[in-house]
């Protein structure tokens, strides 16, 4: 199974690559809102391979589906918003590290003709969601947005995702906590939406339907709706604090007021391990993580192994923590996180002795022997 998927998404590669040299393929796949970001890590880490012939594809397909083709071992490592539930990761009875390696958040996403800034309670939020509010001038969105200035009845159009999405999640978890009274569409990754709801498919078409049509909200990863310059509502955090994500603070001083303590180990459960509504004074309440998630044990991968091992501790280097966070619009995980995630990588046994990579492009502390 893994060698036939494997030789069929290389033969497109092949091309491209040095045919006559051998190749070594590391493949990965899942989380679309991560897409760009772990892409051009890939690309950026092909170019930095001290061997012609490492070929690191990316693909897309979602959260669910890269997490289970990680998991039958189609691919070598999957990328997830959100982590294995205890049942997958216990029913692959192999040794799983779930690496945490970014932080992301969410935003709520509008178009309102002259572009004017908006705060959004929960429950007005829940309410407009849920099409109990229809208009842009209901008395309730006024009230908190005193100087809104819009057309008389102007209708609301509701963007939301008909397949299944962190972002749902973490919404539809904030909305169930903070305004339990009014939010009646449960918390999912897919979301029981009214039938009024412009539904469509994948993150990138709810911040594309709000950039080309005015009077319209929507929620979807923050940095693909800023990457097309759309506006974000600020809505208020444990402590009332209304903050855009740009205006959240993202350093484990101002998070880690909570109880963010990570598990004991990268193979034990982070089922119970998220960052939504955390209570630090400046933060941004839709916070999520990006998990890698790799097997322990790599023994029977050869060389391929020793790439999975070293492109995750290329994932902690200078390059992608100073830079590629930054122009992918993500955030920098806690200096204790990157700790963390660099010894986990290390525990990964390898049968192979090769060095893909220099020591000054992965992570601090990570060894090659
Ligand atoms: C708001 O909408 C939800 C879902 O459409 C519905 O279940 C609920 O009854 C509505 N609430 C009010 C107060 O109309
Ligand atoms: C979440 O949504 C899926 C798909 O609609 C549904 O099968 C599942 O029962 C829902 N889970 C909960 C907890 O509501
Ligand atoms: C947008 O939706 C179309 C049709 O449903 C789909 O083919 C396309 O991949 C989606 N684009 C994104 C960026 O999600
Ligand atoms: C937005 O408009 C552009 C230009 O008309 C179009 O190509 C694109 O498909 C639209 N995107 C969505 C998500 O509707
Ligand atoms: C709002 O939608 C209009 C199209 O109706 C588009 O021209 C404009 O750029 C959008 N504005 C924002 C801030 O998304
Ligand atoms: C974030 O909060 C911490 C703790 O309150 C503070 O030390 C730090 O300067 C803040 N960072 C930013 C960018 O505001
Ligand atoms: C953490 O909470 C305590 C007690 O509520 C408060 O005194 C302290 O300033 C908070 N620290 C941060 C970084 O928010
Ligand atoms: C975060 O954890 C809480 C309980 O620990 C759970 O209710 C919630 O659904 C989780 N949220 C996400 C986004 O996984
Ligand atoms: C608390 O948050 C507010 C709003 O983000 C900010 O202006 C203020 O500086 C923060 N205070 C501390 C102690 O971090
Ligand atoms: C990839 O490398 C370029 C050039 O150094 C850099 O600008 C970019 O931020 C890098 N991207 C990632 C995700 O590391």
New binding site residues.
């Given amino acids: 199974m893994r060698l036939g998927l494997t030789l069929l998404s290389l033969a497109a590669g092949l091309v491209v690559a040095q045919a006559a040299h051998p190749f070594t393929a590391v493949v990965g796949g899942g989380s679309t809102a991560l897409q760009n970001y772990v892409a051009a890590i890939c690309d950026n880490a092909t170019q930095d391979s001290n061997y012609a012939g490492l070929y690191l594809p990316y693909y897309a397909v979602g959260v669910s589906t890269g997490q289970n083709s990680f998991l039958s071992l189609d691919y070598d490592y999957g990328i997830g918003d959100y982590p294995l539930t205890d049942a997958q990761a216990g029913g692959a009875y192999r040794p799983i590290l779930q690496i945490p390696f970014v932080l992301s958040s969410t935003s709520i996403f509008y178009n309102i003709t002259g572009n004017p800034k908006l705060k959004l309670s929960p429950s007005v939020l829940a309410q407009i969601l849920q099409g109990n509010i229809t208009t842009f001038d209901d008395p309730a969105i006024l009230k908190l947005n005193p100087t809104l200035s819009v057309p008389k009845d102007q209708h609301i159009t509701v963007v939301g995702r008909s397949d299944s999405g962190a972002a749902a999640q973490i919404v539809s978890d904030y909305l169930s906590r903070t305004a339990p009274s009014d939010w009646k569409l449960g918390v999912n990754k897919t979301l029981p939406w009214p039938k009024a709801t412009h539904l469509v498919m994948g993150n990138g078409n709810v911040t594309g339907f709000i950039n080309n049509n005015t009077w319209t909200i929507g929620f979807a990863d923050s940095s693909g709706g800023l990457k097309l310059k759309i506006t974000e509502a600020s809505i208020p955090n444990q402590l009332g ?1 209304y ?1 855009t994500s740009k ?1 959240g603070n993202y350093s484990l001083s101002d998070l880690g007021n909570s109880t963010l303590t990570l598990p004991t180990s990268a193979t034990s459960s982070f089922a119970k391990f998220n960052t939504t509504y955390l209570g630090g ?2 933060t941004y309440p839709l916070i999520s993580i990006g998990y890698a998630y790799s097997n322990q044990d790599l023994r029977q991968r050869g060389d391929a192994g020793a790439g999975v091992k070293q492109l995750l501790a290329y994932f902690f280097g200078p390059v992608v923590l100073s830079k590629g966070v930054q122009d992918a619009g993500l955030y920098k995980p806690p200096s204790s996180w990157i700790k963390y995630g660099v010894n986990a990588i290390q525990s990964i046994t390898v049968k192979s002795s090769k060095v893909w990579f220099q020591q000054n492009s992965v992570g601090p502390g990570f060894s090659f022997s």
């Fill in positions: 604090t903050l205006q004074n400046s």
